[in-house]
């Protein structure tokens, strides 16, 4: 299901400090790139690299998703995760500011996310013999 895909998406950014977390939905748009952008940022090409890291992990372990293509690793100022149907942009703040990839979009259904506590796993006890 597409938007457990983006929340998954967007709780990987979150748990790493990504700001201004959205989604803009590509399908009415009439865009053949993605059906979706994710799209954030942060302050730090450190903190863009450990953000794009967790995405990478999670999508592995929570949807077994891996990329397509990647871009930008080797810089960290503007980071492309490509899922097919899903590309997200992960950016270093200034960089986000001056390519405005939104604005591209201005006609595209925005969703933003913010952090949400997650659910605590419960372990299960061994049972003693």
Known sequence: MITH???VIADAILDKKGQNVVSLDLRPVGSSIADYFVVCNADSTTNVNAIADNILKETREELGMKPLRTQGM????????????????????EYREFYRLEDLWADAPKKEYKFRKKPVKKVKEEEEL
Request: charged share 15%; proline share 0%.
């Open 74 to 93: 080797e810089n960290n100022f503007w980071i492309i995760l490509d899922y097919g149907n899903i590309v997200v942009h992960v950016f270093l703040t």
């Open 5 to 7: 895909d983006l929340r």
